[in-house]
């Protein structure tokens, strides 16, 4: 298995215009999440860019970011058009897609992901579970919940759904954490197909892949890490570098 982690990023963002290159203890939020990636060492890390002022932050921190078409229209559209410029002859088998907005991602849950890939053979897409943080959780349809099928050493297990909706019962519920893993076959045929029912219905892009036959399975991470999504999340990540410089 020979992997490389690309971060999608762009300057466009509703809640929070600019994002990637908002200042986080002294350092833009893209350059603090390719740190951690780089951090993993499972391979080359780069950012998959849709405007040039991240590719210029990049480059100036000494990392390497490709220019996208800034029109593409997800994540993954974006890191499989930066894979075709860094990799044109395949070298690399698995892809691991980093968000852009996870300036403290632990480098190990990378790692994870990226085992899943090397541990499971049946595994198409691999991804990232933490246990939910409050009650709260179980009823807020901005928390993606998983539904796994545990392996008996509880660090993993495979993914039988995804849903915003209310889920009931006793057990525990699984946090999706926007971080995959593909085989890039995987990505390729995920990226042909269009929306599925699924997909359009949650509003959840992952169910595309489900509904194709594909298997995702999903490690357990000990908690979910800080994601920017608005400005209160920025100040939490601001003081979070203020606690840890």
């Given at each position: 298995?020979?992997?490389?982690?690309?971060?999608?990023?762009?300057?466009?963002?509703?809640?929070?215009?600019?994002?990637?290159?908002?200042?986080?203890?002294?350092?833009?939020?893209?350059?603090r999440v390719l740190n951690q990636a780089l951090k993993a060492n499972i391979g080359p890390v780069a950012v998959a860019a849709g405007d040039r002022e991240i590719v210029e932050a990049?480059?100036?921190?000494?990392?390497?970011?490709?220019?996208?078409?800034?029109?593409?229209?997800?994540?993954?559209?974006?890191?499989?058009?930066?894979?075709?410029?860094l990799d044109p002859h395949f070298e690399h088998d698995v892809v691991i897609n980093l968000q852009g907005d996870m300036p403290f991602v632990d480098p190990?849950?990378?790692?994870?992901?990226?085992?899943?890939?090397?541990?499971?053979?049946?595994?198409d897409i691999a991804?990232?579970?933490?246990?939910?943080?409050?009650?709260s959780d179980r009823t807020n349809p901005d928390v993606v919940k998983a539904v796994l099928a545990m392996e008996d050493d509880g660090t993993s297990?495979?993914?039988?759904?995804?849903?915003?909706s209310t889920l009931y019962g006793d057990g525990p519920i699984w946090r999706h954490i926007g971080i995959y893993g593909y085989r890039r076959e995987a990505l390729?045929?995920?990226?042909?197909?269009?929306p599925s029912a699924l997909e359009q219905r949650e509003k959840l892009e992952q169910l595309r892949a489900?509904?194709?036959?594909?298997?995702?399975?999903?490690?357990?991470?000990?908690?979910?890490?800080?994601?920017?999504?608005?400005?209160?999340?920025?100040?939490a990540a601001r003081e979070q570098a203020r606690k840890t410089a």
């Open positions: 298995m020979n992997p490389i982690v690309l971060i999608p990023a762009r300057m466009a963002a509703t809640r929070l215009p600019d994002k990637p290159l908002a200042d986080i203890g002294g350092l833009p939020m893209i350059v990049v480059h100036a921190a000494g990392g390497r970011a490709v220019l996208t078409d800034p029109q593409l229209p997800s994540g993954s559209d974006r890191i499989l058009a930066a894979l075709a410029e190990s849950v990378l790692s994870a992901c990226a085992g899943l890939l090397q541990d499971f053979g049946d595994c991804t990232v579970v933490a246990a939910e943080a409050s009650p297990g495979r993914a039988l759904y995804f849903t915003r390729e045929a995920f990226n042909a197909a269009a489900m509904e194709l036959g594909m298997t995702i399975r999903a490690a357990v991470a000990p908690e979910a890490p800080i994601s920017v999504d608005n400005p209160s999340d920025l100040e």
